[in-house]
């Protein structure tokens, strides 16, 4: 049989529970028709880059699937008619991904760097306050100039010839 990974995007305001059901939903479809889901990931909620159906958020779920493509053509006909579900896609693969995918090896490293106490998130161990202080000993310098006492003192700007 073939396989696909399939990721859908799910409303933001739709509770975690809710996204369970649709996936358990999809997932009983899948196994009605004959095909197995090898790898189910919840991503969360996450930003998008532009609005969809006046959304700014929404979850993410990973099926990888190994179905016939008609169990994939219910699916994507059962998300066309969900209103929670704004978009999803649908790649044939040659083989799955093994272990956690890119998204989820981006969490579990964006969290070893907070426990480290380095990143973004982490701003009263130095790394953002000391730049902007070092940015305050700049605007002294330049305040401490004295001021130009005449516009004849100014560097003169060239005519543009035509």
Request: glycine content about 6%; aromatic content about 6%.
């Amino acid at each position: 049989m073939p396989l696909y990974e399939h990721v859908f995007l799910t409303r933001q305001d739709a509770s975690a529970q809710q996204v369970e059901e649709l996936t358990a939903q999809f997932k009983g479809v899948i196994e009605q028709m004959g095909g197995k889901i090898a790898k189910l990931e919840q991503w969360g909620v996450k930003t998008l880059s532009y609005r969809m159906r006046k959304n700014r958020k929404a979850h993410f779920t990973l099926l990888n699937v190994e179905a016939p493509p008609a169990a994939l053509n219910e699916i994507e006909r059962q998300e066309r008619l969900s209103e929670d579900v704004l978009r999803y896609i649908t790649i044939r693969v040659d083989e799955h991904e093994e272990g956690p995918s890119a998204m989820m090896r981006k969490v579990d490293r964006d969290r070893e760097r907070d426990d480290r106490g380095f990143g973004f998130r982490d701003r009263e161990r130095g790394s953002f306050r000391d730049r902007d202080r070092d940015r305050g000993e700049h605007r002294r310098d330049r305040d401490s100039r004295p001021p130009r006492d005449s516009v004849e003192d100014a560097p003169a700007i060239a005519p543009i010839e035509e």
